[in-house]
């Protein structure tokens, strides 16, 4: 399974970035997904989780709110809609993927799949 992020860059606080994460993978709609995100000299972290068909969702307290994920499984890719951005969202976002699962995760070590990360800057 590969999983292909983009759609990071630079923004003003208060702006808005859609990210997407595409996975080359038949079974996609089986799959659990998440964002994460590391900022510099932190650990990642967990932003927000999807279950396989998008009914259930959970999101980190930071992000609640003003963050949206969802999916499009005849797509084959995860969306994190980020709105009223703060520079404290400045970090490298990550999409994971754990296979065959009907739940979301929020921890690092549950997923088993990671895209390579793309590069949110938040200005203020």
């Known amino acids: 399974v590969q999983l292909q992020a983009s759609g990071g860059g630079w923004v003003q606080a208060g702006g808005s970035l859609r990210l997407s994460c595409a996975a080359s993978?038949?079974?996609?709609?089986?799959?659990?997904l998440g964002w994460f995100r590391q900022a510099p000299g932190k650990e990642r972290e967990f932003v927000a989780a999807?279950?396989?068909?998008?009914?259930?969702?959970y999101y980190s307290d930071s992000v609640l709110g003003r963050f949206t994920i969802s999916r499009v499984n005849a797509k084959n890719t995860v969306y994190l809609q980020m709105n009223s951005l703060k520079p404290e969202d400045t970090a490298v976002y990550y999409c994971?993927?754990?296979?065959?699962?009907?739940?979301?995760?929020?921890?690092?070590?549950?997923?088993?799949?990671w895209g390579q990360g793309t590069l949110v800057t938040v200005s203020s």
């Open positions: 999807i279950n396989w068909s998008g009914g259930s969702t």
């Open positions: 993978v038949r079974t996609f709609g089986s799959y659990a």
């Open positions: 994971a993927a754990k296979g065959y699962s009907g739940t979301y995760y929020t921890l690092k070590h549950q997923y088993d799949y």
